[in-house]
């Protein structure tokens, strides 16, 4: 199955398809994972990106669209993928449409006050980017990954600024995909404001996996 999982910051999309890889055996295919990785590893990619994820603004289409074709080419993902953070952009939806064919959209809802409250909390693995929350979804160890053993920190783009500024690009640039999608009938509203049970549980039921 070829899914997107469209949602403003912090909706849990890195939460719910780290769960849905093991339902669906399909790789998790996240554009800011992707990025994240090429900073820590200080690649020529990561230099390019590292300001502008930092102040919570999108990387270039281009440069963006290059990375996902690239990716979706691999063998892991002939067979499906669950595509987290792309598209982002009206440009980014038409480019996918041409190489490669999407059988679900998941927009997740939930107002804004949900997303600070998830964001503000959350930790980040270093190492394998798994997200946890100091509430929500605590690590058994307190800074430690449950997954890797990692260390755990607080992305930069997590800071009130920066927040604000992503939750103003998702309203500019991503939100008018949820129109894109419905009007080609992909698209299916999941309610991601409950626990992180709960919403697995209706993530299985709208696709009846
Ligand atoms: P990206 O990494 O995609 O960031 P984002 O969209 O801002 O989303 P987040 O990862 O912050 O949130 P999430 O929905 O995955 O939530 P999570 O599961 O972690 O992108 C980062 C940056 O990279 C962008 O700003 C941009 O610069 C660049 N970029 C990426 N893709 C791009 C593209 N296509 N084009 C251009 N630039 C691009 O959950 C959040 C917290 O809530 C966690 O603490 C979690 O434990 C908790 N939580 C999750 N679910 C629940 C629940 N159900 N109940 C309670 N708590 C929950
Ligand atoms: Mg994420």
Not at 135 to 161: M, V
Request: charged share 30%.
């Amino acid at each position: 199955m070829k899914l997107i999982f469209l949602g403003p910051p912090g909706a849990g999309k890195g939460t719910l398809a780290a769960k849905a890889v093991e339902i669906l055996t399909v790789p998790h295919i996240s554009t800011g994972n992707i990025f994240r990785a090429a900073i820590a590893a200080k690649s020529p990619l990561g230099l390019k990106v590292k300001e502008i994820l930092d102040s919570g603004k999108l990387v270039d289409d281009e440069t963006t669209i290059g990375l996902v074709r690239e990716r979706l080419a691999q063998d892991d993902a002939r067979a499906g993928y669950i595509l987290d953070g792309f598209p982002r952009t009206i440009p980014q939806a038409e480019a996918l449409s041409g190489f490669s064919a999407v059988d679900k959209v998941l927009n997740f809802d939930i107002p804004d006050s949900g997303v600070v409250e998830r964001l503000s909390g959350r930790r980040t693995c270093k190492k394998c980017g798994v997200n946890f929350h100091i509430l929500f979804n605590k690590p058994e160890r307190e800074g430690i990954c449950d997954a890797c053993g990692g260390e755990l920190y607080t992305r930069d783009d997590d800071k009130a600024e920066a927040i604000r500024k992503r939750l103003q690009v998702y309203r500019d640039q991503t939100a008018p995909l949820i129109d894109f999608y419905r009007e080609k009938g992909l698209l299916i509203d999941v309610d991601a404001r409950p626990g992180i049970d709960e919403v697995v549980e209706n993530f299985r039921k709208s696709l009846g996996v």
